[in-house]
């Protein structure tokens, strides 16, 4: 069940995503991401299509009761009943669509069986550039949804010493053993087995390097099962690409220099296939948004970067 809206929305979600032709509007894409990882890929390019420099959204009952906020809409005061409303020369707020899933019951034809289905409906947040506060109210903080670990404070080599084991637990608590070796290639930084479900890091080389290497191929471990790895129809620079954009999100997100981080363009790699292309980018939104949460989980209070 799709209404019309709602296929309008995804149109110009597949329209946005294969216009990703140039790597800056890419990269200024991955970094936008990280700022509203908990929601859906369609959502995320929702924001971004219809305000770019969105930092923190909400629903407009969600601003008034958490944070004594309004949007600014003459619409929104009318709906108020605010007969004293004068903000006609006022910009109103920016609407930003997003897709709500919809469960519903309904009777399967053929077998007479119940059945549950989903629908998509359009509802509307607002940045928070686009709120004030209401009068008359504390004004209570708004924090960002990021979790902000101030590791790019660090130098590289107690980055490493940090999450390095963070790392290794997320392998192993994944049935993957970690281990270093000497490499003699100078272009290749490690791999990801995954008949022996086991990922190699090159020993012989900086803290930075290694970051690197362990991020891209815990990207493998998650985004490229074995059957994916052989399958033919899979490009291998694609998966490359693919699982360098993911290391690339998660260190931004953390805060590692990622000035090293060779983000290639997946439309290059997807062969025209539309479908190919969004199943790359969604790839990579789901999985650096699983690595984060599990890198947090693991963080917590165990260890307290911010502090060090």
């Known amino acids: 069940m799709k209404n019309?809206?709602?296929?309008?929305?995804?149109?110009?979600?597949?329209?946005?995503?294969?216009?990703?032709?140039?790597?800056?509007?890419?990269?200024?894409?991955?970094?936008?991401?990280?700022?509203?990882?908990?929601?859906?890929?369609?959502?995320?390019?929702?924001?971004?299509?219809?305000?770019?420099?969105?930092?923190?959204?909400?629903?407009?009952?969600?601003?008034?009761?958490k944070f004594n906020r309004i949007p600014v809409a003459c619409i929104i005061c009318r709906a108020?009943?605010?007969?004293d409303c004068e903000c006609e020369e006022r910009t109103p707020s920016v609407r930003i669509p997003q897709l709500a899933p919809i469960t519903y019951k309904y009777e399967d034809e053929k077998t007479g069986e119940d059945k549950e289905g989903i629908?998509?409906?359009?509802?509307?947040?607002?940045?928070?550039s686009d709120t004030e506060p209401l009068p008359d109210l504390p004004i209570k903080e708004v924090f960002d949804e990021t979790f902000d670990l101030g590791i790019e404070k660090l130098d590289v080599e107690v980055q490493f010493e940090k999450l390095e084991p963070v790392f290794t637990k997320i392998i192993e608590d994944n049935g993957f053993k970690f281990r270093y070796e000497q490499i003699a290639s100078e272009s290749l930084g490690g791999w990801t087995d995954h008949s022996i479900k086991e990922i190699v890091c090159k020993e012989n080389t900086n803290d930075s390097d290694k970051l690197h290497t362990i991020l891209h191929e815990i990207g493998h471990?998650?985004?490229?099962?074995?059957?994916?790895?052989?399958?033919?129809?899979?490009?291998?620079?694609?998966?490359?690409?693919e699982a360098?954009?993911?290391?690339?999100?998660?260190?931004?997100?953390?805060?590692?220099?990622?000035?090293?981080?060779?983000?290639?363009?997946?439309?290059?790699?997807?062969?025209?296939?539309?479908?190919?292309?969004?199943?790359?980018?969604?790839?990579?939104?789901?999985?650096?948004?699983?690595?984060?949460?599990?890198?947090?989980?693991?963080?917590?209070?165990k260890v307290d970067i911010r502090n060090t």
Not at 47 to 53: A, L, Q, R, S, V
Not at 121 to 127: A, C, I, P, S
Not at 221 to 241: G, Q, V, W, Y
């Open 80 to 83: 108020l009943a605010n007969k």
């Open 221 to 241: 471990m998650f985004a490229h099962s074995r059957e994916k790895l052989n399958n033919k129809n899979f490009f291998r620079p694609l998966i490359e690409t």
């Open 4 to 65: 019309s809206k709602t296929k309008e929305l995804i149109e110009s979600i597949h329209s946005r995503v294969k216009n990703f032709v140039s790597g800056s509007d890419y990269i200024n894409y991955l970094k936008f991401i990280k700022k509203f990882r908990k929601r859906s890929f369609f959502n995320q390019m929702l924001i971004w299509i219809t305000k770019e420099n969105s930092t923190f959204v909400m629903g407009y009952k969600q601003w008034i009761d």
């Open 119 to 128: 629908y998509f409906k359009t509802v509307y947040v607002f940045d928070i």
């Open 244 to 301: 360098e954009t993911i290391a690339f999100v998660v260190a931004d997100y953390l805060g590692v220099d990622t000035s090293c981080y060779s983000i290639g363009y997946i439309t290059s790699w997807s062969g025209g296939n539309d479908d190919i292309l969004e199943d790359s980018v969604k790839a990579v939104v789901d999985t650096s948004g699983k690595m984060i949460d599990l890198i947090e989980q693991e963080i917590g209070d």
